[in-house]
């Protein structure tokens, strides 16, 4: 042979003497062949780095833009197929070196041409990739010539290789050469047509419907999410994040880090597309009555193909996880050959078969790390895609629900349709119920197809005795099915548990400060506390279904294989041996995990079904009239939208103003069926208001003008709340509101003044008449019940609207709101709390009040804003707000109020009697009309026309005293600034800017510390959390010992030992197997019990203390926060942490027992698994840290959500009032948006792991493989044990990912538990004290001394060294400006808020000594804001249950609500809905009233008590009040003088001290004093 092919073509090929002579010789000569299909490969790899050096290197493209990647037409075809081709190259070389084998067997030497040309082909298909991304990089498209070029040139030598083997004879499939050459033609020619596409589209430019354009995404530069824009490697792998994961890993993960969200996943997006199939569901609901719309319909439309592609990717996971047990079965095959050899004769050197081939123990071993590595891609996909599409549906959810919210009827929320609660529900738990089962909805139709092929191939390992223990999972199945049910029934029943203990958590949280002052927090607390005893009954029901469905999934594969192993010998009559055994024994493995998530599976999908179908319900809810009736503009309008173009509004239907008009209640629930589902999209006419439009639209009437002079026209209306009702609440309303005048609506209590604003503003339900409102007219609202903003002071008053400074302080100084905001903090830019929390009463109507002044709105509507008022402000307001500003820019003003002294001002009176207009006219023509209204009027002007007018020197002392307050107040705002400085280890307590009053949510950094877990198992107890660890511990011995005695057992049927052995064997089996089950039934129940055990104490330990906590925390802590924590949190303890616990303990102990058994057969293992486990370690440890942070993120950002989507529902009415819809609608979708970026970044960097813990798992089966085949091959290791290692190496592939996932779950769980110990440990008001006699207080005197009080020991002092005696059944009147603290006072007698100086001592006795609650309950306090809770009148009267009905009757008729009550269905037992809203403000004081009467204390306390009660029922209670508790000390804070002109005494409190106190009579003789200011202003 000539020396220089003898490298090559080896000693005894067919050699060349020089050039061939003929085709024919060439073309038979096999080395020659093999050696021109090198050629291709050389010539490309040479080519491709000169090109890649010289424009990479020598050019200006070095380090060109690699943060995206623009993919090239084709892109992921080309990388899977290229991929793919690489593993058939491998495929090619192995072949190549087995078919050397068979000429080195017979000492011929050795043949590298038989797999240099595939080492060549595979080293230029790497190298294609290469310079394939650098093209894409680059965006150079003429590269790809040299591609096709290689493409073309390396398919004809593959065409050469398979004309050679035809010629030699071996073109046969059976030949691997031969298939795997025909397969690399097939990729060829596969990668031709892609390239000839490229060229097609990227260098000619043929053949194109349009020009691709420069993804949006890209043009973000706040957009990091690169997922759709790298190469399909990094996209597969998740490289592309492993930025996020480095610079998590180096310091805490901020929201900002995270940037943009993709375009395809933002909430607008999918909203658009989930409401537009919405629509047509409800529309098709509108055409058939009684019918509802289906929501599986509307996922299938929107999210079903994508979400079946991810299924399909599940499938093929699934079929490559079958690998597995094949090869194990090969293995064990190979390896008794090994050990037990046959006599054969010799074969002649040849080109393999694949029985050959896949013969071959390493060809396995290599098949078996190929396969995994493909299920890795594959199962990582189906996750990724159905992740996707599972928070996409939970973002159009949200904000479908929120949008909905938006245009719910008044009454659906206030008459007991539905509460907050549940709505809130809706955001959260039902989307993430729909979120769970997008999730696993594909197991519903995969895991079927997986056990039927696991079945099959069990019956061609085992015959009929594996379908015999095969069907021991169908008997059982059924009986998961069962406990599948219960569970359902129990999560049902726990869910319907959940939303009453969220709903009296929510009225608790809301109702507070009462329950405080009260004294009846442990009455509530337990109410909540017997709520939460049946949600754990539900839960225990769950959880013994949970324990049963554990028991049976991982005990069933147990009795499974006792059962076919214990038949097979007697029915196939063979012996049981490794190549049955171990095969057999994976796939009932893998037959465990699909039959435990089916039941899972079908559990989240019964939750997603009760879920939808309380969307459903939901979405058909009734709506207001008259808002957003407008059709939809087209849906690319819509998209253009969406991505920020510019759209033209759609032209204004209604050019002559609004004529709104039902005949009948059954027309307008008609209307309100074809109305479209929500607002939000669409801008709405600015002048909508009222009934619907459609008849008007339709033109079935005639749309007449109004005249120019009226700005609203009710014609014969007749209005009623519920949609379903008979009974109209407003009838015969005729009125003309005139244009550009002051409109006063005054009458009793329950008259239907709220119900005729709510009227005009389109929130009730028109039984016949219209409303019409003039053209171009617009809406300010101001409630009776001030709704305010958790945001600044200016923001709530802006309102959005455009800062104008002139104007702004014109509205300030016109509702007195400049002392204010000098005192506050940071002036006008202070926060606001939740609900003005931080704000008093009248401060908050005030803010509201600014708030319709400063609009650009030409009607002004105000719903009886003076009651919480003091009589110098409300003057001012009324003076300077609503008569200079308002009337004087010709606004049109509303004003519903009961101060009557200001009917004079008023150019239209309308008087509301029993819901109707008993009169209406002027001032005159009321008297004339009504003279006992006339008679009203004179009292309240007459009760300080004894006064004298105010002197010179009383105004100007009284500006002296303002402009000293606010110089004061300027003075302490800055020191105060300047000393407060934040301190916590929680990141986020204490950090408040100036003027910031909510803090930001805890969120401690780093690990979950060790306290942590320790807190949780203290509350589980030590006894049971070492019961459960032992039981673990001890099953995966037994376990381990079960698995070495069936291995012995089928090594036995090898050596052929007798029948008596096998019995043997087979008992011993039974009762290793049988302990197993137990222990496995223990270990299951005791995890479970541990777990309720737990979450029933760290439930009860959060509430008992919450409830203690002093209110501040409840002024800096929004609702919506606390609520998350009895929410999310509680239902993570409560559901996820057990199961999180199980699979963490379960996946360790099988990667523990992997190893163990692997290192006892094999010792060489632990050398190579060491490496790994260190890899393994750090991979954790670097995940965790970042994955924390993500985790913590999602936390955070949710509450945000929930709490906006509260405050929302709490304002509506204004909302809808001011026509801003859309720019809340806007809020919630960025705030959404940012929840949906963590939870986005939180999954991928899951995705991250998976592929890499894969990977991990994947190499160590590989070298299980590799150490126990080489041990077989030097040290004769027996088949059975080789059979047994890689059977629990296959287990390690898949429990790896569990357990790095487990302990991070864990992690992140008990990220809940550190959550609710920080709320079980906020320190508590001092309750400890002395108890004093069982009668006191017996007198009632009260003396302060020297006292000082603040609100917390960073604020500061709201009553400085006050001294007063007040003495024993007096009745006190105590007034004040507003913020000069009055309700201060008040609150330091029940120590709500900290005496730092000085004391209080009631009958001698210091109340600091006295314990809390007795103190509180020995006192009786009339709140400012009236609280009612959900329930019954007598529930809310008597919660104790410790008065008689005749009591209850009495304080009834004491606080002139008897006849009221006695007219209710149910009377004492009559309902109240939630937050009372089914009673007027000034009816729920009155019930105030009725509450504090009923307990007799010797002490009561009035604060603003009569606000919103018109002056006659003020007077009549007043009278009451001198005559029940004639012997009982009374303190009236009031903001009508006349409440309290009749008090025996007069306390005034200005800037926090005792400006004056005497008689009224003394104190009205000092001209110059406030008290007489008061009242002069009063009488003004």
């Known amino acids: 042979m000539d020396p220089m092919w003898e490298w090559f073509c080896g000693e005894n090929s067919s050699f060349l003497r020089g050039s061939p002579d003929s085709f024919d010789k060439g073309i038979n000569n096999t080395c020659f062949i093999n050696g021109l299909t090198v050629l291709p490969h050389a010539a490309f790899a040479t080519l491709a780095s000169i090109i890649l050096f010289a424009v990479g290197v020598c050019s200006g493209y070095r380090g060109y833009n690699t943060r995206y990647v623009i993919r090239f037409p084709g892109h992921p075809f080309r990388w899977i197929i290229t991929m793919l081709f690489m593993i058939v190259l491998i495929a090619a070389i192995g072949e190549g070196i087995l078919t050397d084998t068979t000429y080195r067997d017979l000492d011929l030497g050795t043949q590298p041409y038989l797999y240099m040309g595939s080492i060549a082909a595979l080293l230029g298909t790497m190298l294609s990739l290469v310079f394939y991304h650098h093209m894409e990089v680059w965006d150079l498209s003429g590269m790809d010539f040299l591609l096709l070029t290689y493409w073309v040139m390396g398919c004809l030598a593959e065409s050469l290789r398979v004309i050679n083997l035809y010629e030699l004879g071996v073109a046969e499939f059976t030949v691997v050469r031969f298939s795997i050459s025909c397969i690399s033609i097939l990729i060829y020619l596969l990668l031709i047509v892609i390239d000839l596409n490229v060229i097609r589209v990227k260098v000619l430019h043929l053949c194109q419907s349009s020009t691709a354009s420069f993804p949006n995404d890209l043009l973000n530069p706040e957009m990091e999410y690169m997922y759709y824009y790298v190469n399909f490697l990094s996209q597969q792998s998740y490289y592309w994040i492993s930025w996020l994961m480095t610079l998590g890993y180096k310091r805490p993960l901020q929201m900002e880090d995270l940037g943009a969200l993709p375009a395809r996943h933002e909430t607008k997006y999918n909203h658009t597309k989930f409401k537009r199939v919405l629509k047509q569901e409800l529309d098709k609901c509108a055409r058939h009555p009684g019918t509802k719309p289906s929501l599986w319909t509307v996922y299938l439309k929107v999210y079903g193909f994508k979400l079946v592609s991810a299924g399909c990717l599940k499938v093929a996971a699934d079929f490559c996880e079958l690998v597995g047990p094949l090869v194990i079965g090969g293995l064990t095959a190979y390896v008794s050959t090994l050990s037990y050899p046959v006599d054969t004769e010799p074969v002649p050197p040849h080109h393999v078969t694949f029985s050959e081939f896949f013969g071959n123990g390493f060809v396995l071993v290599g098949t078996l790390f190929f396969a995994f590595c493909i299920k890795t891609v594959l199962i990582q996909g189906h996750f990724h895609l159905a992740i996707l599409q599972s928070m996409n549906v939970r973002a159009a959810l949200q904000a479908v629900v929120f949008e909905k919210s938006l245009r719910m009827s008044t009454f659906a929320t206030t008459g007991g349709m539905m509460t907050i609660g549940q709505i809130t529900n809706h955001m959260s738990t039902d989307a993430m119920n729909v979120l769970g089962m997008f999730q696993t909805i594909n197991y519903m139709w995969s895991i079927p197809i997986q056990l039927v092929f696991t079945l099959i191939l069990l019956y061609v390992q085992m015959g009929i005795s594996a379908l015999i223990g095969a069907s021991l999972f169908l008997l059982v199945f059924p009986v998961q099915f069962k406990i599948a049910t219960i569970i359902s029934k129990g999560q049902k029943e726990m869910l319907s548990n959940s939303d009453e203990r969220m709903k009296q958590v929510n009225e608790l949280l809301q109702g507070i400060k009462l329950l405080k002052l009260y004294g009846w927090e442990d009455i509530y607390c337990k109410g909540v506390e017997l709520i939460r005893g049946k949600q754990l009954r539900s839960l225990l029901t769950v959880s013994g279904g949970l324990v049963l469905t554990i028991f049976f999934t991982a005990g069933t594969p147990v009795l499974v294989t006792l059962l076919a192993f214990g038949i097979y010998t007697p029915i196939s009559g063979e012996t049981l041996t490794p190549a049955v055994t171990f095969p057999s024994l994976s796939l009932f493995n893998q037959l465990a995990m699909p039959l435990f998530l089916l039941p899972f599976s079908l559990f989240l999908l019964v939750n997603a079904v009760v879920s939808s179908r309380r969307l459903g319900d939901f979405f058909m809810a009734p709506e207001v009239e008259g808002i957003g009736k407008e059709e939809d503009t087209d849906d690319d309008a819509e998209e253009c939208e969406e991505i920020g173009e510019s759209k033209k509004p759609p032209m204004d239907a209604q050019r002559y103003g609004n004529y709104h008009r039902t005949s009948s209640a059954d027309e307008a629930e008609e209307e309100d069926e074809k109305t479209g589902l929500l607002i939000g999209s669409k801008k709405a006419h600015k002048a909508d208001y009222g009934a619907s439009a459609v008849r008007k639209l339709m033109g079935l009437e005639k749309a007449e003008p109004l005249d120019p002079n009226i700005a609203i026209k009710i014609s014969r209306g007749n209005f009623l709340w519920d949609p379903q009702g008979a009974q109209p609440c407003l009838t015969d309303i005729d009125v ?224 002296e005293r303002e402009e000293l307050r606010r110089k004061s107040a300027q003075f302490t705002r800055r020191l105060s600034a300047q000393l407060n400085k934040p301190l916590s280890k929680f990141e986020g307590i204490g950090e408040k800017e100036v003027g910031s009053l909510i803090e930001k949510e805890e969120m401690e950094r780093g690990s979950i510390s060790m306290g942590v877990y320790t807190y949780y198992f203290q509350n589980v107890g030590w006894l049971l959390s070492l019961v459960t660890l032992l039981s673990v511990l001890v099953l995966s011995g037994v376990n381990i010992g079960n698995n070495f005695w069936l291995s012995a057992w089928s090594e036995a049927g090898l050596n052929n030992e007798s029948m008596r052995t096998n019995e043997m064997y087979i008992g011993g089996y039974a009762g290793i197997s049988g302990t197993s089950l137990l222990l496995r039934l223990l270990s299951s129940a005791t995890l479970i019990a541990a777990s309720l055990v737990a979450a029933r104490a760290i439930h009860q330990k959060m509430l008992r203390n919450i409830i203690k906590a002093p209110l501040r925390f409840f002024d800096t802590t929004p609702v919506g926060r606390i609520l998350n924590r009895f929410a999310t949190d509680t239902n993570l303890i409560d559901s996820k942490l057990a199961q999180t616990f199980n699979t963490t303990l379960s996946s360790f102990m099988t990667c523990i027992s992997a190893v163990i058994v692997n290192t006892i057969v094999m010792p060489y293992f632990i050398l190579f698994f060491i490496p790994i486990a260190i890899a393994y370690v750090f991979l954790q440890r670097y995940f965790l840290t970042s994955s924390r942070e993500l985790q913590r993120l999602d936390n955070t950002s949710k509450s945000p959500i929930f709490a906006y989507f509260s405050e929302t529902l709490g304002g509506l009415t204004t909302i809808r009032a001011y026509k801003c819809e859309k720019r809340f609608f806007n809020t919630i979708v960025e705030r959404i948006n940012t929840n949906q970026v963590a939870y986005l970044y939180l999954q991928t960097a899951n995705r991250w792991l998976g592929v890499r813990l894969d990977l ?325």
């Open 736 to 959: 003309e509101i005139p244009k550009g005048k002051l409109t006063v609506v005054v009458g009793s209590v329950g008259s239907g003044k709220s119900s005729l604003l709510a009227s005009m503003l389109g929130e009730m339900t028109t039984v016949s008449g219209h409303v019409e409102m003039g053209e171009d007219e617009s809406v300010a609202y101001a409630g009776q019940k001030a709704w305010l903003l958790n945001a600044t002071l200016r923001d709530n008053i802006l309102f959005s609207e455009p800062y104008n400074a002139q104007r702004y302080k014109r509205v300030i100084d016109a509702c007195a709101l400049r002392p204010d905001m000098d005192i506050l903090p940071a002036g006008d830019q202070t926060e606001i709390g939740e609900k003005g929390i931080n704000l008093s009463g009248g401060q908050k109507q005030r803010v509201s009040v600014a708030r319709t002044m400063y609009s650009s709105k030409s009607i002004i509507v105000l719903d009886d804003p003076l009651s919480a008022l003091d009589v110098h402000v409300g003057r001012t307001l009324l003076e300077e707000g609503i008569v200079k500003w308002l009337n004087g820019n010709k606004k049109t003003v509303i004003l519903v109020t009961h101060q009557l002294q200001y009917l004079n001002r008023a150019d239209l009176i309308l008087v509301m009697k029993d819901g109707r207009i008993s009169s209406q006219g002027d001032l005159d023509d009321i008297i004339a009309a009504d003279p006992d209204m006339y008679s009203e009027y004179d009292q309240a002007v007459k009760a300080v026309s004894d006064v004298e007018s105010e002197s010179e020197s009383g105004t100007e002392t009284m500006f």
């Open 1256 to 1580: 991990i798992g994947t190499s160590i089966v590989f070298v299980a493989g590799m150490t126990t085949l080489i041990g077989a091959m030097t040290l004769g290791l027996e088949p059975s044990l080789v059979g047994l290692a890689i059977t629990y190496s296959l287990q390690i592939a898949g429990f790896l990912n569990l357990l790095v996932r487990g302990v991070a779950d864990t992690e992140m769980q008990m990220n809940s538990v550190e959550r609710v110990k920080f709320y079980s440990n906020v320190e508590n008001e001092e309750y400890e004290g002395r108890e004093p006699p069982p009668n006191w207080p017996e007198d009632g005197r009260i003396q302060f001394e020297r006292v000082s009080v603040r609100y917390s020991t960073d604020s500061d002092p709201v009553l400085r060294a006050v001294s007063v005696d007040l003495k024993a059944g007096e009745k006190i009147g105590i007034c004040g400006r507003t913020g000069a603290g009055k309700s201060s006072l008040t609150l330091a007698l029940l120590r709500v808020i900290d005496i730092f100086g000085g004391r209080i001592l009631i009958d001698g006795i210091d109340i600091k000594s006295v314990p809390l609650r007795t103190l509180r309950t020995k006192l009786s306090i009339i709140p400012q804001d009236p609280v009612l809770f959900t329930g019954t009148i007598r529930g809310n009267l008597d919660p104790l249950k410790e008065k008689s009905d005749r009591e209850l009757w009495e304080s009834l008729e004491i606080a002139q609500l008897k006849d009221v009550v006695a007219e209710l269905e149910g009377g004492l037992d009559a309902l109240v809905t939630e937050g009372g809203e089914n009673f007027s403000v000034g009816q729920r004081q009155l019930f105030c009233l009725a509450r504090a009467f009923l307990r007799k204390s010797r002490i009561l306390i009035m604060d603003e008590a009569t606000a919103s009660i018109d002056l006659e029922t003020d007077k009549l209670l007043q009278k009451v009040v001198v005559t029940a508790f004639a012997n009982r000390t009374v303190l009236t804070i009031a903001h009508r003088i006349a409440t309290i002109l009749n008090s025996d005494s007069i306390l005034v409190l200005n800037e926090g001290k005792v400006a004056e106190y005497d008689s009224p009579e003394n104190l009205l003789q000092r001209e110059d004093g406030l008290f007489a200011s008061f009242v002069h202003d009063k009488d003004k």
